[in-house]
């Protein structure tokens, strides 16, 4: 069974940044395409990025030019760096791991929280 840990989560001021860090087990991390999807109480779960195992990052619109994905495929680990984070960005964001078109497995996720 492949598992996900996120980590990097935490409570930081508007503007601030954080970095998360999805660590994947298994051996075939580098064909998998990763996601970031986060949920916010009350909220539907939104997509926030991908990685395609091929090199291709997809960015949701309110996240664009603020987040960015990465990987690194030695360490089976991909990561999100959040910047000039906003209140609306809380939520609980959590990493997938699948294919191109869907998700397979799930990680936990972290709490995020920015605070004006």
């Known amino acids: 069974q492949v598992q996900l840990v996120e980590s990097g989560g935490g409570a930081v001021q508007a503007g601030g940044s954080l970095r998360l860090s999805c660590v994947v087990s298994?051996?075939?991390?580098?064909?998998?395409?990763m996601r970031w999807f986060r949920q916010a109480p009350g909220k539907e779960r939104e997509f926030v990025a991908a990685?395609?195992?091929?090199?291709?990052?997809y960015y949701a619109d309110s996240v664009k030019g603020r987040f960015s994905i990465s990987r690194d495929n030695a360490k089976n680990t991909v990561y999100l760096q959040m910047s000039s984070l906003k209140p609306e960005d809380t939520a609980v964001y959590l990493c997938?791991?699948?294919?191109?078109?869907?998700?397979?497995?799930w990680g936990q996720g972290t709490q995020v929280t920015v605070s004006s």
């Open positions: 997938a791991a699948g294919d191109s078109r869907m998700v397979r497995f």
């Open positions: 298994g051996r075939t991390f580098s064909t998998y395409t």
């Open positions: 990685s395609g195992s091929g090199g291709t990052v």
